[in-house]
């Protein structure tokens, strides 16, 4: 029933003009990071739309029963790390806070879903091992550009935690890459 519903054309339709607006409202809302952001670093800062953005380009090829493999490898990798980041980055706030603003719960419902949409394409992806190192190389590098040169989400509440969200950030990266392995190479090469 599932796998009807991810392949109906109208559904993948309506999905793709979903991410699609998703992604523009996305980069219309890193608009004041991206303002003081050096422009070397410009492609690094808005995480979640540019996931967005793979898996939007993948579902245009995919309506059209084209593979695009290494879009494929950076939409899963990027959309579960940048979802399930979102959501915990949304939970600390209201731990540190005390309070979330509606937007906060707006935004873990909607990465959120992020992550599963990425998840449950899975089994269509025409993913290889170089397709998921090159996204693995992609996602790694971005960590480096968010916690090291200082590039990553503004979220002013959690400037004390940086440290340890960048540690939390790599681990999360680690896992994103070994479910999108599991999902597309390990879990095929079992059936």
Do not use: C
């Not at 490898?73 to 005390?98: D, E, H, R, S």
């Not at 906060?104 to 959120?112: P, Q």
């Amino acid at each position: 029933m599932i796998k009807y519903i991810l392949l109906d054309k109208r559904f993948l339709i309506a999905l793709f003009l979903i991410n699609f607006l998703g992604t523009i409202y996305g980069y219309i809302w890193y608009e004041s990071q991206l303002a003081i952001t050096p422009d070397i670093f410009l492609i690094f800062v808005p995480d979640s739309p540019t996931a967005t953005l793979f898996f939007t380009i993948f579902l245009f090829f995919f309506i059209f029963n084209r593979n695009v493999p290494y879009i494929e490898a950076l939409a899963i990798i990027t959309l579960f790390k940048y979802g399930i980041w979102a959501v915990v980055m949304n939970l600390l706030t209201l731990v540190v806070q005390g309070n979330l603003h509606w937007t906060g719960y707006m935004l873990m419902a909607s990465h959120l879903a992020m992550a599963i949409q990425g998840l449950l394409y899975a089994p269509f992806y025409k993913i290889k091992l170089r397709h998921i190192v090159i996204a693995a190389i992609w996602t790694l590098h971005n960590d480096v550009i968010d916690y090291v040169f200082g590039m990553m989400p503004i979220y002013s509440s959690l400037t004390d935690y940086m440290s340890e969200i960048g540690y939390f950030t790599f681990w999360l990266s680690i896992l994103s890459i070994f479910i999108a392995y599991y999902l597309t190479i390990k879990k095929r090469d079992v059936l």
